[in-house]
């Protein structure tokens, strides 16, 4: 989708190193400096939950870590915000489709 | 304006007695609740309620409020997801053979009631709760219609139901002092001035009933002890039963909603008897010393976020037993109030039988030997399986 | 266990300021941002800041942001503490720190806030869609990350904030469908910036509010229709609008958990955002020993943040005895004063006038 920025007139865009985070298994690069959210997002991905009760689709919305809109299941850990964790090489990223459960 | 009754105090106390005896044909009742319904020790209590006490009046008196719990629904018509009850049981845990004897034989006197508690070896623990870290742990007992109702819309349903019958409710309404004449209460002065009548007053106040009893010249031994509880973040339903002991102190358990609510006693606890003393800041002594005691029995919880922690009153007495029905000094004055941390879960029964009291009916459950006179009588009631 | 004279949250540029100035004077410092890098918003602006020379004016955000916290972290006094969030605070001036996996007891003797805000919400239809987001997560994609989330928006809100980022997304290479303002008239933005995105076809439709989005997971369209003076949506004038994201620029709300965990007054003044602590003119909240700057006292914009995280740094260091500030505090005072003679302060203005006058309401 190429949903990074690669030119732009004031900002020069410093990517860190290349890493390899899994989406749903799904190999996904990304770069240090992301964070999980920013890097599905350039990836194309925009739905990140679910609602617990209506099961409705949920993605990014204040990005700053106040709104709890991007929970998602980081390395197994589940009511992660995606939006202030930063990836990883190797890094698991999936859905989470409720609550939060024990593997 | 003259009332038949005037209740002071929007706690489970205050609205569940309203309502009983508004069913009973009581006349006029007015409730007067100083901020709102819940505002006090039943909207930071922790929601749990269960029948596995160790004195024959405590057995009895929560066997019967679970059952008044179990058909609440139908009785003040609603349902029970908004009761929030869950029966998941409660899952007492023994850390010595000494707590393991005690705990079964507070199990012959719930057997003797009716109840049907289970008394579980460590292996039959892990088994049924693999969840559950059972190092130290020497046997439990568990009994399967203990667990969790929401204090919130417990009360609420209580409030919604009374009103139905005609019960009038005043939040936002400080009682100032209580009034009396020759010996007889005559009503209540309001902190705006203004005054209320009433031939009977009942004062369900819990930590502040000791300041309003006070201003007709009665001392009830009866004081505010400031208990922490913090709540997480829900997860999908991990964990059954309220894990509680009694020698550790510690109680955590799931709630419908998901979240895990759990508290455990202060190391120091504070007793105040005046409100102007009463403080409910958190500390962070309780959050660290919470959150390490439940790690180790629940060692999944590490990976669940701590949401809120807050403080509240436990409305303690000499015995930890209520202090309820009439004081012989003042005719027409009643209490019930001094639950010692388990008010919520006395309040539907005790509102059942001080009600029947009220009304001269004959009670199911005598609630005579907790009169709020015994103390000047030395004569105690003994509870051995409480919390802190 | 991290004992220190002063403990700042948040290190956007009142956190930075309030840091620098308390260090400055001799105290220590520790700075905690839940980020893994200082600046907070300022590093989302790309614009040159208006304002006072001293506090940057001249100077893009992001080129500030990195000449404050370079400056922070060359300071010895300063100690910083990236990734952690302060989750828990007690009246006895013990903190709790927490990151994904680790937590740290803090002890302070002054605290100053400096947490900023939150974004507001509006209701319209299927408002939790995937593509409606807060115009601050906008930016700080695109301008923090290098990442477009999408590639035709409609902004609702002509604010400073909507108007800025619609100039934003055109220099990114996005479409900006128009920006919609339910008012009928320009909200706060400066007249040269709103002009500006005018001149480069981008409509402004005021009067005219959000019904609803729609799409098939995330935002596909968006639909909006005038209202009348009740700020009733008008049957007949909806008007459809093909974008894949509507980035919300509604306003601001500071973010004041952590004074009402500590007893602080808040009091609520709308000119200010809503509630907020109240404070004295170096940010001492009613909680002596506890300071406020920046949004989190009252939503203004990054130069009056800076000013104001400088005077209440300033005043914190004097208060615990390290040297004497309060001239530097008068004249900090005074440059905060002839920044805020713009018309555009005014409503500030009012709101801190009605906030302190609630001290004994």
């Known amino acids: 989708m190429g949903r990074r920025i690669t030119v732009h007139p004031v900002i020069e865009f410093q990517k860190g190193a290349q890493v390899t985070i899994f989406y749903e298994g799904k190999p996904l690069p990304a770069y240090d400096g992301d964070t999980v959210a920013s890097a599905l997002i350039a990836n194309g991905i925009d739905v990140f939950r679910q609602s617990v009760n209506l099961h409705r689709p949920r993605g990014l919305f204040c990005a700053i870590g106040n709104c709890s809109s991007c929970l998602m299941i980081i390395d197994g850990v589940p009511n992660t915000r995606a939006c202030i964790t930063s990836v990883h090489e190797g890094m698991t990223v999936e859905q989470q489709l409720n609550k939060g459960m024990m593997p | ?388 | 266990m991290i004992e220190t004279d002063v403990l700042v949250i948040g290190g956007g540029p009142a956190g930075m300021n309030a840091a620098l100035a308390s260090a400055q004077s001799g105290a220590h410092v520790l700075l905690v941002d839940k980020f893994q890098h200082l600046g907070g918003q300022l590093v989302k602006q790309t614009h040159k800041f208006f304002g006072w020379a001293e506090k940057g004016a001249g100077t893009r955000g992001f080129n500030l942001a990195k000449r404050l916290s370079e400056d922070v972290m060359n300071n010895d006094n300063v100690q910083i503490l990236l990734g952690y969030e302060v989750v828990g605070a007690y009246r006895d001036g013990t903190y709790l720190a927490a990151s994904w996996s680790d937590h740290i007891t803090i002890k302070a003797k002054k605290l100053i806030v400096c947490t900023g805000a939150a974004e507001r919400m509006i209701l319209f239809e299927n408002n939790d869609m995937p593509g409606v987001m807060g115009a601050g997560a906008v930016q700080t994609l695109m301008n923090e990350y290098g990442v477009l989330p999408a590639e035709r928006f409609l902004i609702v809100g002509s604010g400073n904030v909507g108007v800025i980022l619609a100039y934003q997304l055109l220099q990114a290479g996005a479409t900006v469908d128009a920006i919609v303002d339910v008012l009928p008239k320009l909200g706060g933005a400066y007249w040269v910036h709103a002009a500006k995105v005018q001149r480069l076809g981008v409509p402004l439709l005021l009067g005219r509010t959000v019904l609803g989005v729609y799409g098939n997971s995330r935002v596909e369209s968006a639909i909006t229709a005038k209202v009348d003076e009740k700020m009733q949506p008008i049957p007949g004038t909806e008007k459809r609008h093909d974008v894949d994201a509507v980035a919300l620029a509604v306003g601001l709300m500071p973010l004041t958990d952590i004074f009402q965990m500590m007893g602080v007054k808040t009091v609520y003044v709308p000119e200010l955002g809503g509630f907020v602590p109240w404070h004295d003119e170096c940010g001492r909240t009613t909680n002596k020993d506890i300071f406020v700057a920046g949004d989190a006292g009252g939503i203004e914009e990054a130069t009056t943040a800076s000013i104001g995280g400088t005077i209440a740094g300033l005043a914190a260091a004097n208060d615990l005895g390290y040297q004497d500030n309060m001239q530097a505090v008068k004249d900090n005072l005074e440059a905060l004063s002839i920044f805020r003679t713009s018309s555009l302060s005014k409503k500030v203005l009012e709101g801190i006038e009605r906030m302190r006058g609630e001290l004994n309401a």
């Open chain 2, 1 to 388: 304006m003259t009332y038949d009754i005037i209740i002071v105090g929007g706690g489970i106390q205050g609205v569940a007695t309203a309502y009983e005896l508004a069913k009973r044909g009581a006349g006029k009742i007015l409730l007067l609740e100083k901020t709102f319904l819940t505002g006090g020790s039943t909207g930071s209590c922790a929601a749990g309620i269960r029948a596995q006490f160790g004195s024959p009046f405590n057995v009895k008196l929560m066997a019967r409020s679970l059952e008044i719990f179990e058909n609440m629904a139908k009785e003040l018509e609603c349902d029970n997801d908004y009761l929030e009850l869950w029966q998941g049981g409660y899952l007492v845990l023994a850390y010595s053979e000494a707590e393991f004897e005690g705990l079964k034989r507070n199990v012959e006197v719930q057997h003797t009631y009716g109840l049907k508690t289970n008394v579980l070896s460590v292996e039959e623990v892990k088994k049924a709760f693999p969840r559950v870290n059972v190092e130290g742990v020497y046997g439990a007992t568990y009994h399967d219609r203990d667990g969790h109702a929401d204090p919130f819309h417990v009360t609420f349903a209580y409030a919604e139901a009374g009103k139905r019958l005609g019960v009038e409710i005043r939040e936002w309404t400080p009682v100032d002092t209580l009034l009396t004449e020759n010996g007889k209460i005559t009503g209540v002065r309001l902190q705006d001035g203004s005054s209320v009548y009433a031939e009977r007053v009942l004062v369900c106040a819990g930590a502040w009933t000791t300041s309003l009893l006070k201003t007709v010249g009665i001392d009830l031994p009866l004081w505010g002890e400031k208990h922490e509880i913090l709540i997480t973040e829900p997860w999908e339903r991990l964990l059954g039963p309220m894990v509680i002991s009694f020698s550790r102190g510690y109680y955590i358990q799931q709630r419908p909603h998901g979240s895990f609510i759990m508290g455990i006693p202060p190391e120091d606890p504070r007793h105040w008897y005046r409100p102007d003393e009463f403080d409910f800041s958190s500390s962070i002594d309780f959050l660290l010393r919470m959150s390490s005691e439940a790690t180790n029995v629940l060692p999944f919880l590490k990976g669940v976020n701590v949401v809120r922690q807050w403080a509240g009153l436990y409305e303690m007495t000499p015995d930890h037993h209520h202090a309820i029905g009439p004081l012989e000094d003042i005719s027409g004055l009643w209490v019930a109030a001094g639950g010692s941390g388990h008010g919520f879960m006395f309040g539907p029964v005790m509102a059942e039988q001080l009600s029947k009291w009220m009304m001269g009916e004959p009670m199911d459950i005598d609630l005579r030997p907790l009169s709020p006179d015994r103390f000047k009588k030395g004569a105690l009631v003994i509870e051995p399986a409480v919390v802190g």
